[in-house]
């Protein structure tokens, strides 16, 4: 199972971008990286997933190098709702490989004004 | 839409006694998940239905872990007898396809 390696925390300032790597050097041909969001007392909620290169939506930007190793999630212009656990995920997309998702420790950031 | 709800919220109970947790899923989904997170640790994966069938159950700590979703609609979790290291996060997904949805989780407080 492909572990991940993330910073435990980052600050930054509201309206600043903000670039979250994630090192997932084990990562196998059939694995896609997905990063999640949580707040207190809330479940995680889905943000970004992909396989290569770059991915965009409407909140966030998903930077994944040739070597595929690691990863960068990147949020444009963050506001202090923004504060949060970012949590890198490394498994086999489809419903069937839950089992195989390991969360890890996840990366706390916090935006200040 | 609605999404995942899960109940209790908080559930506070006494080493050796029983609880059931419940988690309602996105209406239409087929896939449910039941993951935790125990004291300072990470969301570990407990087990997943296809509808009504435990497709993977590999997470489940031990049989005192009982996992049920009857007609594939709703799926209850039911410790018996809970013991002290049973306490933590209990959250529960649901998915038609690639994307899970979380619920807001149950706390559960074993004293």
């Known amino acids: 199972l492909a572990k991940t390696t993330q910073p435990i925390s980052m600050d930054s300032y509201e309206g600043q971008e903000v670039n979250i790597t994630c090192s997932h050097n084990?990562?196998?041909?059939?694995?896609?990286i997905t990063w999640y969001q949580q707040f207190p007392s809330q479940g995680p909620r889905f943000i970004i997933q992909g396989y290569k290169t770059k991915v965009t939506n409407e909140v966030a930007s998903l930077f994944i190098p040739a070597d595929r190793k690691s990863s960068t999630l990147s949020l444009p212009r963050v506001s202090l709702s923004d504060t949060a656990v970012y949590y890198c995920l490394v498994a086999p997309s489809g419903y069937s490989s839950a089992s195989k998702i390991i969360f890890g420790s996840g990366t706390r950031l916090s935006i200040r004004p | 839409e609605a999404g995942v709800t899960q109940f209790p919220s908080h559930s506070v109970i006494e080493k050796g006694q029983t609880v059931t947790l419940r988690c309602d899923p996105i209406?239409?989904?087929?896939?449910l998940y039941w993951y935790r997170r125990v004291m300072g640790k990470e969301i570990k994966f407990l087990l997943h239905?296809?509808?009504?069938?435990?497709?993977?159950e590999s997470g489940m700590p031990n049989n005192r872990f009982l996992a049920e979703r009857t007609g594939g609609t709703y799926s209850t979790l039911k410790v018996q007898p809970a013991e002290l290291e049973d306490s933590g996060v209990y959250f529960c997904?649901?998915?038609?396809?690639?994307?899970?949805?979380f619920g807001p989780g149950t706390r559960l407080t074993v004293t």
């Open positions: 209406s239409g989904h087929d896939n």
């Open positions: 997904a649901s998915s038609q396809e690639h994307e899970q949805y």
């Open positions: 084990n990562i196998a041909t059939n694995d896609y």
């Open positions: 239905f296809v509808k009504e069938s435990k497709q993977d």
